[in-house]
């Protein structure tokens, strides 16, 4: 079976989208985040039964605040570590531990994803060991593996801006 891993921010008023805060409120920042979370949900729907999918939530101990927006069907888990790399590296760690032969990680900040860009990178698994989905900027907004390859995030992998998963 395959693991798909969305990490992100929990919407929390001035925590989150806190680039954006020049020109919105902390709490018009926090809904975007959801708007942006709902928008990923409804492209899962397409994936039900073909994937698992997990969240990997910050801050730890604040789910509460979006299980009224939090499909059933989605397992969540706190993200550990200390900088965005190791947190992605442990949250593919986790899905890998738990028995799932491919893991895909993607980000909050991805408003044109369409449920077959994430086919596409489980696909590509199937041959290569490592799928990574770039974005205009030269960084990625997707990172698939098949077991952990830990070097992917060493800080050379650029993932956007910290604030961006």
Do not use: W
């Amino acid at each position: 079976m395959n693991g798909l891993i969305l990490m992100t921010r929990i919407p929390i008023p001035g925590q989150t989208k806190t680039r954006l805060m020049n020109v919105l409120t902390g709490e018009e920042c926090a809904q975007l985040h959801r708007c942006f979370l709902m928008d990923l949900f409804n492209v899962f729907e397409y994936l039900r039964g073909e994937v698992d999918i997990f969240l990997a939530y910050t801050p730890a101990g604040a789910l509460h605040l979006i299980e009224d927006m939090l499909p059933d069907y989605i397992k969540a888990f706190p993200q550990e570590g200390e900088d965005l790399g190791e947190r992605m590296a442990n949250a593919i760690e986790h899905v890998l531990n738990e028995g799932y032969e491919k893991a895909v990680l993607i980000g909050s900040d991805i408003p044109t994803i369409e449920p077959e860009d994430i086919k596409e990178a489980f696909k590509l698994l199937d041959d290569n060991h490592i799928a990574l989905g770039p974005t205009h900027d030269g960084g990625y907004y997707l990172v698939g593996m098949k077991r952990l390859y830990k070097d992917v995030f060493d800080g050379n992998l650029k993932m956007g801006e910290e604030e961006r998963i």
